[in-house]
């Protein structure tokens, strides 16, 4: 991490005077070394202009230098100006950072409950008004922070309270947005196809899955980044599925049951429980919110067929993409219809078949922008919205469009096809993933999965509770930082 920190304030037209008289404040529980005059930061200047402040070109107007050279004492606390927004130079690029957010994300033991964790005030309860006067400190455990004085800080708090945060939390703050969703790597995944999984796909023991934090955590950053992951050497129980989705987390609970059975039976409410072929889908898209993760446990496998198979489906967009953007965007916005119609369930929800992630840094849905897809023509339910001829998008257009990335969805070279063998489990990302089964003979023996589901929450959770703790870091843009 670069050490030269560069802390510029803007100026408003306060006197310097009040920023003086807080030479004398203290700060209370101080667990800082200060190091204002010995540390590794520079003041930045413009060659000559010895009267001219921290070099900021494109904010000059109102900046003022900062009086840093003039003093001597370790324990004056602040040595900055008031101001609406603090500037601060990461990676040797300037940052400006609102005095609102920085007071809003204090962390201090006044702030958040050191125990609960919860937040002690309300952003509303923040003035307007509010301004901060910023230094650098070396922290013994972060390294270096900038340090907050306030004033018209929230209601209740003394002049003593000070707010610090470190620079790789500033740095994380405005890295977020894309290359992180919510500190998980986002932008390593993997689209694959037919010889891409079968080259890289992984199996995991049953026994170190339950037993080992480091074999979970290697498993389930696979999973995030490819979508699916196997299991074997699973013992032949039907609670089995629930001990191995209980190590990532609480299970999703559905009209299906916590737990459920696919294997067929006579006048099957759903197509699943017949032996019949069942062609690439998601699970539950007739719901607001799918679920995420779908285990599937082999309990008994003695029919001729009945074979799963996979495919990527942001594969297929991606390559759906490269063939037609119009396509493409037809399947991002037209709305398809899912539903469940029975005597005692109906669920219905309408969405598009493909979902973005907002992604301002590429023009071009990449790898980082896809988000979900949507793609169930078992649930499919009738057109309900722009089925008339004179909507943007019309019903013909979508059918080209889904016809084309059907097309890309089975084909051959992007099935993985696998017939799972009795005391194996396979996890999926049911978001991403599609899962399809061959026909089986019924007459000729039992076949028998045990399913479960979990949420996307549990999941990533999981995933960072398991990445704080192995690695002590995140990983962001592809750097890795240490966890602040
Ligand atoms: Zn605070």
Redo the contacts with the bound molecule.
């Keep these: 991490m670069s050490l030269n920190i560069t802390i510029t304030t803007r100026l408003t037209a306060r006197c310097a005077s009040q920023h003086f008289r807080a030479r004398n404040l203290t700060c209370k529980r101080r667990r800082f070394f200060s190091s204002v005059f010995s540390g590794p930061w520079t003041v930045k200047r413009r060659a000559g202009r010895e009267d001219e402040s921290p070099a900021l070109p494109t904010l000059t107007r109102e900046y003022h230098p900062t009086p840093i050279s003039h003093e001597k004492s370790v324990h004056r606390p602040v040595y900055a100006y008031p101001a609406k927004t603090i500037a601060v130079s990461i990676d040797e690029n300037p940052r400006t950072f609102d005095t609102v957010f920085l007071r809003d994300s204090?962390?201090?033991p006044?702030?958040v409950d050191p125990d609960s964790r919860q937040k002690l005030f309300q952003t509303s309860d923040i003035p307007q008004e509010i301004e901060g006067k910023a230094r650098t400190v070396q922290d013994e455990k972060r390294g270096w922070v900038v340090e907050v004085e306030w004033q018209n800080d929230v209601p209740g708090?003394g002049p003593e309270?000070r707010?610090t945060h470190s620079i790789d939390w500033l740095r994380r703050a405005l890295t977020t947005e894309v290359e992180l969703r919510g500190g998980v790597r986002y932008d390593d995944r993997v689209f694959w196809d037919r010889d891409t999984i079968t080259k890289n796909n992984k199996w995991i023991d049953y026994a170190d899955w339950m037993s080992h934090d480091t074999a979970l955590f290697d498993a389930l950053t696979h999973l995030n980044r490819y979508g699916i992951l196997f299991l074997k050497n699973v013992p032949e129980s039907e609670t089995s599925v629930v001990s191995i989705a209980s190590r990532i987390g609480t299970l999703k609970d559905t009209f299906y049951g916590r737990t459920w059975d696919v294997r067929s039976k006579p006048k099957a409410e759903n197509i699943a429980y017949t032996p019949r072929f069942l062609g690439l889908h998601m699970d539950l898209l007739y719901t607001s919110n799918p679920p995420y993760l779908q285990l599937l446990h082999s309990l008994r496998a003695r029919t001729p067929g009945g074979e799963s198979f996979f495919s990527d489906a942001f594969h297929a967009a991606q390559k759906l993409d490269k063939q037609s953007k119009a396509h493409f965007r037809t399947l991002c916005t037209y709305p398809v219809t899912y539903h469940y119609h029975h005597a005692e369930h109906h669920y219905h929800y309408t969405r598009p078949t493909i979902e973005l992630h907002p992604h301002p840094k590429n023009s071009e849905p990449t790898n980082l922008a896809l988000h979900r897809v949507n793609w169930s023509p078992p649930f499919q339910g009738p057109f309900e919205v722009r089925i008339a001829g004179d909507s943007q998008v019309v019903l013909p257009t979508y059918l080209a469009a889904a016809n084309a990335y059907e097309k890309l969805l089975s084909n051959e070279e992007n099935l993985f096809e696998y017939k799972l063998n009795e005391g194996e489990c396979v996890i999926f990302d049911n978001r991403r993933v599609l899962h399809a089964r061959r026909a089986f003979d019924v007459t000729k023996g039992e076949r028998w999965l045990k399913g479960a589901y979990v949420d996307d929450d549990v999941f990533f959770s999981r995933l960072r509770v398991l990445q704080e703790r192995l690695e002590g870091r995140w990983v962001a843009d592809g750097v890795v930082r240490p966890v602040v």
């Design positions: 204090c962390t201090c006044t702030c708090y309270h707010t």
